[in-house]
């Protein structure tokens, strides 16, 4: 990779040792991929991990370091012009009485996230930035961490990231800097699989299950939808999730919609494929039952706010429990950001669904904070998805309505 003398002092120590190392991270990376330079980068979500040895197994020393690295990087201010967000952290820093938010941790997150913000950071702590005021322009070079919201910021906002990881985010927000490759360049935009909907889809669930099943039919590709109607917010943030989350797709195209593909040809670069994989009626019934591995109608646990629940959706939810409480026995969590959060309390809502037995959960999620769910019913294709693999729950996965009947009755009563 060619890099300019002001790079190279960089590395050579010139700004300190964490920013060369960070540089030398990022470069390392560029190489491997294939990238020829480093661009300059203006939006970031970042990550901020620090290690749960309660739930999540991790070491005493780990969280040690880990929390050491952060501290470092922190030491830094975020790079001059560059808007930079944070990702949602393993332990809400809330009270809360699951033995699962270990206090000594979330001093330590505390800790980290009061140096992030004094060094730039927006402390939103959310896996939809998107929602809380990170909203980069066409074209626009970011560093992303966080699947669901790579898909939504390269295919609803027509931005470019590649997908982040801790290390590659934080030095791109320290040094503005990203090697380009991928999704960066236009010729990697194009799209590679032809779907055709003829499904109806009612509601934001239904979007999941097309990503569902689009992604695990585009890999590591890039689908096009063709035949759907126009998408909500949180159709599109279902969408996005479940993409990630079937398969490893980094954007996608709706043909009419999003700002690269005002046509069908425009996403293909006017290459369009005869071949379309079709998702039907019967598709969409299907995508729904390919992830439930739920016995009887025994349910103990209800996730809704995966990604994190816009405005929209939480007030939604207050409205079907108004003046209903959830079963006894039965935990209904509602995830969402800090900021929506106060939103919604200055609305009222956060504290109807409160009222009713749930509880509204920000800054992580009870899959990160690994809390103990056997039985679980969700909206969300990637929370059913990581909900069987990371906390080995039963699943079933449903319309948000069907999720709190659900929770309702303390019992699954079906779909309708
Ligand atoms: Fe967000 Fe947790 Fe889902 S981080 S995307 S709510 S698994």
């Known amino acids: 990779m060619e890099l300019t003398s002001d790079q190279l002092s960089v590395l050579a120590g010139g700004r300190g040792p964490y920013l060369a190392r960070a540089l030398r991270w990022i470069v390392e990376w560029g190489d491997v991929m294939g990238a020829k330079r480093l661009v300059r980068c203006t939006n970031t979500h970042a990550l901020m991990p620090v290690a749960n040895t309660l739930a999540r197994g991790a070491s005493a020393a780990t969280l040690a370091q880990q929390a050491e690295e952060l501290r470092e990087a922190c030491q830094h201010p975020t790079a001059p012009g560059c808007l930079c967000t944070v990702h949602t952290l393993f332990l809400t820093m809330d009270p809360l009485d699951v033995p699962q938010n270990d206090p000594v941790q979330i001093e330590v997150q505390r800790g980290i996230a009061e140096l992030a913000t004094r060094s730039g950071f927006l402390p939103t702590f959310t896996c939809a930035p998107y929602l809380t005021g990170n909203v980069p322009l066409k074209g626009e070079v970011c560093a992303w961490t966080e699947s669901s919201a790579v898909v939504y910021a390269n295919s609803i906002l027509g931005a470019r990231t590649t997908r982040h990881g801790t290390e590659s985010a934080m030095a791109a927000s320290l040094l503005g800097l990203v090697p380009e490759f991928g999704v960066l360049l236009d010729e990697n935009r194009k799209g590679t699989l032809r779907v055709e909907v003829t499904a109806a889809l009612t509601c934001p669930s239904d979007w999941g299950a097309l990503g569902y099943v689009a992604g695990a039919a585009a890999g590591l590709g890039i689908p096009v939808f063709h035949g759907t109607p126009r998408p909500s917010q949180d159709d599109a943030k279902q969408l996005c999730a479940a993409l990630a989350t079937g398969g490893g797709v980094t954007m996608c195209h709706i043909a009419g919609v999003t700002p690269e593909a005002p046509t069908l040809a425009d996403a293909f670069h006017g290459d369009v494929p005869s071949e379309a994989l079709q998702f039907t009626p019967e598709t969409l019934r299907q995508a729904y039952l390919s992830l439930r591995n739920h016995t009887g109608d025994e349910i103990d646990t209800v996730i809704l706010g995966c990604p994190h629940a816009s405005i ?102 079906g779909d309708e």
């Open 312 to 413: 929209q959706e939480i007030a939604e939810i207050a409205a079907l429990l108004r003046g209903r409480h959830v079963a006894d026995g039965v935990a209904l969590w509602v995830n969402t950001a800090r900021p929506t959060r106060a939103l919604a309390e200055s609305m009222g809502i956060a504290q109807q669904i409160a009222a009713a037995g749930g509880r509204v959960l920000c800054d992580t999620c009870p899959t990160n904070m690994r809390i103990p769910a056997r039985r679980l019913v969700t909206h969300g294709f990637k929370q059913a998805h990581y909900s069987r693999g990371m906390i080995g729950a039963e699943v079933i996965v449903a319309r948000t309505a069907a999720c709190v009947r659900a929770a309702l009755a303390g019992k699954w009563c």
